[in-house]
């Protein structure tokens, strides 16, 4: 699959941000923000809180909106004595169709190990969604030079198990920790360069058409102002964004990168 043929993806994660009656006002803004020639270059994903879900998925389907709806976290079995935790049967029934697997937050606050992320990542293909993996190195870590083994590590845990096609689908997301609502960004050239890494592993364990197919995302601080030459790298093929996604403005101009003037001029 030549790069062109990569649909772009841009993903508004919203955390723990937005009751179901503020969901609804933030779809609808962006509704008005959003046009069809967005959604016909680019893939756009929201990521309400739980609460939310079913109130963003009735105004999708009611007036056929062109968000797909993603979810945040899931559990990785898909019923049980699992007090407090979300099935992502429940979400496929919801007409999920992304689900952020072992974002950072997720990791280092809730105790997700690489173990338990490829047990989620196995739960969200399995009940028909795609997984955004999320990946990433703390400053520590960029600082010792170790961002590649850190990155290309976390990668191989979580498509270990994957087949080829399934690798192919994923959608794979570099958040270097750091740069995580921080104000911070990597600069286009070092995300390019762990994207390209990314996308290197990919192809050493799944081959050279799972490694062209899957779409890798940079995401850490991504503003309408840095998206554009974010998007002009080779391995880039969208972001996952948080703080800004909140800001329907300024996420609309993240969604229309590609009608900002290029960088310097
Ligand atoms: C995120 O939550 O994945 C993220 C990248 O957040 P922010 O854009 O606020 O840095």
């Not at 009656?21 to 959003?34: C, M, N, P, R």
């Not at 968000?67 to 992502?88: I, R, W, Y």
């Not at 290309?152 to 270097?176: K, N, W």
Request: proline residues 5%; charged residues 20%.
């Amino acid at each position: 699959m030549p790069v062109e043929t990569r649909r772009p993806l841009i993903s508004g994660n919203w955390k723990m941000n937005q009751n179901h009656f503020e969901a609804i006002q933030l779809i609808q803004k962006l509704t008005y923000l959003v046009g069809k020639d967005d959604f016909d270059a680019v893939d756009v994903s929201v990521h309400p809180p739980f609460t939310d879900i079913r109130s963003v998925q009735t105004l999708i389907e009611a007036d056929d909106l062109r968000f797909a709806l993603g979810a945040q976290n899931c559990h990785q079995d898909d019923k049980g004595a699992f007090t407090g935790e979300v099935s992502p049967v429940f979400l496929q029934k919801l007409n999920v169709s992304y689900v952020i697997v072992g974002h950072s937050e997720r990791r280092e606050l809730f105790g997700e190990t690489d173990a338990t992320v490829r047990e989620k990542v196995a739960a969200v293909l399995r009940n028909k969604m795609t997984p955004i993996i999320c990946v990433g190195e703390t400053l520590t870590e960029r600082e010792a030079g170790s961002t590649a083994e850190k990155v290309t590590g976390q990668v191989a845990a979580a498509i270990d198990g994957c087949s080829p096609a399934q690798v192919g689908g994923l959608v794979i997301a570099y958040e270097p920790i750091w740069a995580i609502g921080t104000g911070r960004t990597a600069t286009p050239a070092d995300a390019q360069e762990v994207c390209s890494a990314i996308r290197s592993t990919v192809g050493g364990r799944a081959g050279a058409e799972a490694a062209t197919a899957v779409r890798i995302q940079y995401g850490g601080s991504v503003k309408a102002g840095t998206i554009q030459e974010l998007m002009s790298q080779p391995d880039i093929d969208g972001a996952l964004v948080g703080g800004a996604s909140l800001d329907p403005e300024e996420f609309a101009r993240i969604v229309q990168y590609r009608l900002h003037e290029s960088p310097g001029v």
